[in-house]
Nanobody, 121 residues
Framework: QVQLVESGGGLVQAGGSLRLSCAAS????????MNWYRQAPAQERELVAT???????NYADSVKGRFTISRDNAKNTVYLQMNSLKPEDTAVYYC???????????????WGQGTQVTVSS
């Protein structure tokens, strides 16, 4: 079974930085898309950043210019560098991978367990 393990969350003051990591293990042929989502209390989960297998990236307007998503294909790992953090960035952050497990074109969605990011004012 494919598993995603996140790390790097924590408590930081406004204006500070954090780097999240998410590593996948298990039967993986390739990883199509890697995403970071976040969910604040009483709010819906929102897509924060995306990186494709070719390295193309996309960001939510609220994080553009402050967050950077990157990936290490050899390690099946995605990173989220978060700079100039604001209290409104406080949320549980989840990684999400779309994975091919074999030579078929079928894609499977996997999620990390979530990591808490808290930004104090």
């Amino acid at each position: 079974q494919v598993q995603l393990v996140e790390s790097g969350g924590g408590l930081v003051q406004a204006g500070g930085s954090l780097r999240l990591s998410c590593a996948a293990s298990g039967p993986i042929f390739s990883i199509n898309v890697m995403n970071w989502y976040r969910q604040a209390p009483a709010q819906e989960r929102e897509l924060v950043a995306t990186i494709t297998s070719g390295g193309s990236t996309n960001y939510a307007d609220s994080v553009k210019g402050r967050f950077t998503i990157s990936r290490d294909n050899a390690k099946n790992t995605v990173y989220l560098q978060m700079n100039s953090l604001k209290p409104e960035d406080t949320a549980v952050y989840y990684c999400n991978f779309r994975v091919r497990r074999d030579l078929t074109l079928k894609l499977y969605d996997y999620w990390g367990q979530g990591t808490q990011v808290t930004v104090s004012s």
